[in-house]
Each structure stands twice: as C-alpha cells, then as structure tokens.
C-alpha cells in the first residue's frame, strides 16, 4: 500500500529500541546491554506487551544470532546461516528459516558491507520479546509499531506463527526498486487511474531560479518528478536546489540540493555504476550520455504545486529535462499531508549537542504538525572521516522529552555496519552510495563525499503534534565533521494529538483536581536525575545537568480522572517515571467519570490493556572478546532515571467522553537482572500523567495559510 504514504496515520505509535550505551557513550560501540539475561543463551533486548508489528530489525553481520523472537508466548528460533560456525562465516549468508526471510526483505552482511537487516513484518496480538543467544558484539536496533485497539488497519493482525512466508506481491513491489513504479497515461493501468503527464526542458542559472512548471489541476497528487541532465553536466548539477511549493504557501515545503534529495551527498560517479542510488523511492542512474534521476514519493497538493530549481554554481546547466505524472487525488483534504524533504547545513556543529535535522515546530509558520518521519539523508563528511558514524539516532515525537527512536550509530541507521568498510552499496531502503574507502584514496574532492540514505515505509514514524530528528555527531557530539541533511517527512498543519489534561504527582491541588486515590502509595519524593539525552559530560563541562520532580510509587491500585476531547478517536497516556524501578507492568481500567448510580462502586471498569515497561536504569553488559565467549554478567547503572512511557487506549472507551475514569492496577514481575541476581524491589512510579486525544487533523480547510 506504498501510494498510501501521505495518509495520517490515527492510533500507531513507532519505538525504535536498541542495545545503545545507557549512560550515554559508546561502550562496545553501543552493543551487548541487555534489559535482562533469562539464561546465558537468552539475552533480552526487546520486550514489549499490546497489539502490534515489529518492522524492523538490525544486527551488526551474525553477531546475537540465533535469535528468539518470542511471539505471544511462543519461542520461534530465527538464526542467520553464518551461526552455525561463526569464526568461519559463511559467504552469501542468509537468515533462516530461509523460506521465511527472502529477499528483498532481508539482506546479509555480504552485501550491506556489514550488517544483517530483516524487513519481514512479525506480528504480534499481545506480547513481543528479542532475545539474543549469543552476546558477543551483540549489537541492534529495532523498530515496530503498536496499534490503538480498534485502529482502521488494512488487515487485522494476527500473530506471526514461524510459517507463513511474506506476501509474494510485496516481495515482488521492493524488486522493482530503481524502476518505474507508476504507469504512463497511455498504459491500461495509467488510464484507469486517470495519470496525467508533463513533460518539458530548462537551462538552470548559475545563480537565480527558474520554474519548471506550475501545476493547477487540483486537488492531486504528484507521482512521480523526474528529471536528466548530460552526463558532463552531473556534478554541477549535484548542488543545485530542488524547491516545491505547495497551495502557494509561504514556504516551499521541499528545499534540498538536488543529490542530496535523490540519496546522495554528490552525483560524481567514482567507479562508473549504473546506479549510484537503486532506493525503491527514489533513482540515482547513469546511462550512456545522461544522468537520469527519479523521485516516486506520492505527493499530495490541493490548488497548486509549483517546482522550481535554484543555480548553485558558477555556469549554466543547459538541458535539463523534466517530466512529472500526477492522479487526481478524491479523499477528503484532512487524510493526508504534504510532503517535506528539509535541509540542513551543520557546517559547525556544536560540542554536546544533537544535530537538529529537523524541528516541526519551527516549519513554515505552524508549531503544530500531524504527520509521520520517512527518512533521512546524510552527507556525514566531505573528508572521508568515517569516524563520525559512531553518532547515534534520537527522536523524540510529541512533547516525549524520551526519546521513542534511539539507535546505535548512523552507519547502523543507513543499512551499515564496521562503517561499511568504507565500501559502497545501494539498496531499497538503506544505502552508503558516495565516498571512497579514505582519503589517500579519493580522486578529487567530490570522491571524498561521503553520504548515507534511509527509508521508512512500514517502518515509518507517525507523531501528531510535533516531531525533533536529532543525530549525535561522533560518539559523543564531538565531532567536527561538516554533515549536511536532508529529512523526509509527512506533515499537515495542524495537530491530530491534543493534550488535554495532566496529573502531577505531589502537587496538592493537581491531585485533588483529578480525584486522585492511591492507598498503598508512598509519600510524595524527590528525585534529582536525567532524561536519556547523550553524554552530560563533555570535556569536563556539563552538557545536561540534572533536575529535580517529584513522584510516588505504589505496590497497589491508583486512581484518577482525566479531561478528553468527547470527538477523540482514542487516547494517548503518557507517564512521566522513576526508570531506576525494573520492569514496571500494569493492567490499565478504563470507566466512565459518572458512575450509573451515582456511586462510585457502580461503575463498570473495562480492561484497557497492559502497561509494561521492561529493564530499568540498570542493564546487564556482556561483551566477551572471542566469536563463542561466554556470556558475562556486567551490571552497570546509568544516572539517567527520568523516563516518559506510552500507553494507548482504544476509542471503544473513550469515544463521547468527555472526562474518563483510570485504575492502574500494579502487576509485578519478578524478574532478575540474570539467574541467581536478586530482585530490587518492584513498584509502580508516577511523576506525571499527561493525556492526548487522537482527533482529525484540521487539514487544508483553507490551504493558502
């Protein structure tokens, strides 16, 4: 369903977890911490409760393998073809059982240049829990979605049962990567879908605009922007802007030198490919005299759509030739959103800090955006330094101050991993397609460039009030590397989340005005920590001091009310937390504020579902340095205990609502950090409760503002 791309996704939340440093650096280059060791072949990594898919999952070459995927209670053992003798890998490896991880969906280390990646959805209705067998440089990230109960899916789910291979249409869609995915107007399917074609050729200034055309048959969506250049023509051409405008808004919501926004930090061709980039949403293709480029990310506009290019350089760029197709778009205006693709120069990036490769709240006037991240791409430096790839990911969505994405490194994020060993490659979704293997091998400056994409589709990211992507530079922002990005994106101006009530603990009046009871809770307490936001320290100097709140933790039930919007399409409760508390779980009520007789003991509670945390501020390390080392038992306790945590409650109990009753029921879970560690003590923390309601987005009631 890839034309789908521009739809609001309502009630999907996406995490992005991984096996990173818990106190912020690079230790084993951010491999081997686990939430817990069940055995010394059962390392957990991920461990989740409630509806869902995981989409994603990373592991650098074999390392961990074989894997649990333990899926709603059933252990389905997956394992990569090298884990069998792992000193001796085997070339041309693949995941097994191999009739249920083909490719496209899955690609080996072989020919990602150092990672194992794996596409395949693996559904699951209750619970999900990775476990690494292994733990030697056992490093990973993963991404998977939960869903609201009661979400508008495509299909239900059903929980993934270690047979059934992936749909032979979707394998046979991502093998058309580096083709063309939508048909011409004079095509069967073309005229069934009503595709309209134009076609035209510009020369582009050295310094100054020109458009390329104004297109006013609207509402529609633009499918597919293409253009060529001659081939002596190409590396010019790589700096030249891209700039589309939408509805005649203020703003252009596409922005980006041209070969960044086609996945690559430059379009000089080092060893004479036929694609530099072979992305399944975007082309980068030599022929014999021309550079071709293709661009198929549907792209919804409701008045106009204006396409511009922008002169960078010192000459003219003559002959540039273009075409785009667009369908008429007949949904309503609030189900989609526009397409972005934001660029940013970080030519000095500041020691301590994330880069910002985007910040909704700061786009094109509006501080409230509903939408979904799709990708990135990176020039990460122009000097062949492949040291900065040790940054890793952090995003936040949604007014979260935790991160829902934090990854391993940025070669891990593009599909890599051992930083490619310099090497290029170029596949569906990940890719490192420019940059010689060092510096004393570079041709020239152009061959020094060195870039990385990465696409979402499954995997994407959906916020609805504001999204901040954010990349460490260098192992702990201290790189000084030159990156520049460009980050894809879905937004509409305005918010499909709205905060409607918050609950703060040990604040009297807060606690009476949501009739909070809680009998087994402790005494309101200070807490002086951290959010999990990179080093603190850098240099000796202070990066993210730490602040003070304060909580309570109860072993028993909490009760409270909570405002929502009565038109909500499903909520979001948010809890702010003391993480040093391990494997926080719930069951969660849910009861109309009123009670049928007007007592309290009459209402009518409804399970809403498990809030379950797993792992704490304290994870198990366990890094041995030999292929087949026993699993070791390293415990290490971070500073960081501030966690924000989700939880999602169908429309079915907040529909119509306009104030909702919640019991939190504490469940504990005895779990030792590893066989034979005792237990800390378990408890339920709250420092804060914040509720959002899903709504419609406003959308383009009136696109000109």
């Given amino acids: 369903m890839w034309e789908r791309w521009p739809y609001q996704r309502i009630g999907a939340r996406a995490y992005m977890r991984s096996t990173y440093d818990r106190a912020g650096g690079n230790e084993g280059a951010d491999a081997s911490h686990f939430l817990y060791q069940l055995a010394d072949d059962f390392n957990v990594t991920l461990d989740v409760e409630g509806q869902g898919v995981l989409y994603f999952a990373r592991y650098n070459h074999w390392h961990g393998s074989p894997w649990h995927y333990v899926v709603d209670g059933t252990d389905h053992l997956v394992q990569e073809s090298s884990s069998a003798d792992p000193t001796n890998p085997v070339p041309g490896s693949v995941f097994m059982p191999e009739q249920l991880f083909p490719r496209p969906l899955t690609w080996t280390w072989d020919v990602t240049k150092g990672a194992d990646l794996l596409w395949v ?40 049962d270690g047979k059934t291979p992936p749909d032979r249409d979707v394998l046979a869609l991502i093998e058309r990567a580096g083709s063309d995915l939508v048909p011409r107007p004079n095509s069967e399917e073309g005229r069934a879908k009503g595709v309209r074609q134009e076609d035209g050729v510009a020369s582009v200034p050295p310094q100054g605009a020109v458009t390329l055309l104004q297109l006013t048959r609207a509402p529609a969506m633009l499918r597919a922007l293409e253009m060529s250049v001659p081939r002596d023509s190409a590396v010019e051409f790589s700096r030249v802007r891209l700039r589309i405008t939408w509805d005649g808004r203020s703003s252009p919501s596409v922005d980006a030198p041209v070969a960044l926004f086609y996945g690559t930090g430059t379009f000089y061709n080092r060893d004479g490919r036929e694609y530099l980039v072979k992305a399944f949403p975007v082309h980068v293709r030599y022929a014999a005299d021309r550079l071709h480029l293709a661009c198929f990310f549907p792209m919804p506009f409701f008045r106009s759509a204006r396409i511009e290019l922008i002169g960078a350089g010192t000459i003219p760029i003559p002959d540039v030739r273009w075409s785009v197709r667009c369908t008429p778009y007949v949904d309503p205006p609030n189900h989609v959103a526009y397409f972005h693709a934001t660029y940013r120069d970080h030519s000095q990036p500041e020691v301590g800090k994330d880069l910002i490769l985007l910040d909704t709240r700061e786009q094109e006037g509006s501080e409230e955006w509903s939408g979904h991240f799709v990708g990135t791409s990176i020039i990460f430096s122009h000097r062949s330094n492949l040291s900065t790839l040790e940054g890793d990911p952090r995003f936040f969505f949604d007014d979260s101050l935790s991160p829902q994405g934090y990854g391993t490194g940025t070669e891990e994020w593009n599909g890599g991993g051992d930083y490619w060993g310099g090497r290029n490659m170029t596949l569906p979704f990940v890719g490192h397609p420019v940059g010689a293997r060092n510096e004393q091998e570079a041709a020239n400056e152009q061959d020094d460039i060195q870039s990385a994409y990465r696409f979402l589709l499954a995997d994407l990211m959906p916020f609805g009030r504001n999204a901040r992507i954010q990349l460490e530079h260098g192992g702990d922002n201290t790189s000084r590397e030159h990156y520049e990005t460009v980050t894809y994106w879905y937004g509409a101006p305005s918010p499909s989340l709205v905060q409607t009530d918050e609950l703060k603990m040990g604040d009297a009046a807060s606690e ?189 009631s009136n696109p000109h503002h």
């Fill in 121 to 160: 959805p693996i559904p699951f209705e209750r619970s999900f829990r990775m476990a690494y067998s292994r733990t030697r440089y056992g490093t990973g990230y993963y991404i998977y979605h939960l869903y609201v109960a009661g979400a508008n899916l495509s299909r239900p789910i059903r929980a993934w």
């Fill in 512 to 700: 009476q005005a949501h009739q909070y009871s809680s009998p087994d809770a402790s005494a309101p307490y200070e807490i002086t920590s951290r959010y999990e936001w990179g080093p603190d320290t850098v240099d000796g100097h202070e990066i993210f001091p730490a602040h003070t709140d304060r909580g309570r933790c109860t072993k028993g039930v909490s009760e409270f009310t909570l405002q929502l919007r009565p038109d909500n399409h499903g909520v979001l409760l948010r809890r702010k937390l003391d993480y040093a508390f391990p494997n926080q779980r719930a069951q969660v009520y849910v009861a109309d504020e009123r009670p049928r007789s007007g007592q309290a003991r009459d209402r009518r509670w409804t399970l809403a579902g498990i809030w379950f945390l797993a792992g704490s501020n304290t994870c198990v390390y366990s890094n041995p340095k030999d292929e087949l080392g026993a699993t070791l038992h390293n415990v290490e306790t971070s500073n960081r205990r501030f966690r924000d945590d989700e939880f999602l409650i169908s429309p079915r109990l907040t529909r119509g609502r306009s104030r909702i009753r919640i019991r939190v029921r504490f469940t504990p879970v005895a779990t030792p950090l590893f066989p034979g560690q005792p237990v800390p003590e378990l408890v339920w923390s709250e420092i804060r409760y914040s509720v959002y309601c899903w709504v419609m987005a406003a959308g383009f």
